[in-house]
């Protein structure tokens, strides 16, 4: 991990998958902010409890976990969407 991108980014957290990434893949996965992970929470849970809810969380954990693969690579092309979009307004 490189020093740099600590000082970019100082309120990640570059613990557990994030840092075991090679450095050529880190500034990709810090643009999707895959170092936050709050965002793709929001996405998954309410997705979860709504099976759980129907009596289908046993049964149906490979929808929980593609549910939780969509969570996450929304959120990241959403945060990298609104930064391309909004480019020229946070300079």
């Given at each position: 991990?490189?020093?740099?991108?600590?000082?970019?980014v100082p309120d990640?957290?570059?613990?557990?998958?994030?840092?075991?990434?090679?450095?050529?893949?880190?500034?990709?996965?810090?643009?999707?902010?895959?170092?936050?992970?709050?965002?793709?929470?929001?996405?998954?849970?309410?997705?979860?409890?709504?099976?759980?809810?129907a009596g289908g969380?046993?049964?149906?954990?490979?929808?929980?976990l593609w549910l939780?693969?969509?969570?996450?690579?929304?959120?990241?092309?959403?945060?990298?969407?609104?930064?391309?979009?909004?480019?020229?307004?946070?300079?």
């Open positions: 991990m490189s020093s740099d991108f600590q000082n970019i990640s957290e570059h613990k557990g998958v994030i840092g075991l990434l090679p450095t050529i893949v880190l500034p990709y996965a810090l643009l999707a902010r895959f170092d936050r992970p709050i965002g793709w929470w929001l996405l998954y849970w309410p997705c979860a409890w709504g099976i759980a809810l969380a046993i049964e149906r954990w490979d929808l929980l939780l693969l969509g969570s996450i690579a929304m959120r990241g092309a959403g945060c990298v969407y609104n930064d391309i979009v909004d480019r020229d307004l946070d300079r």
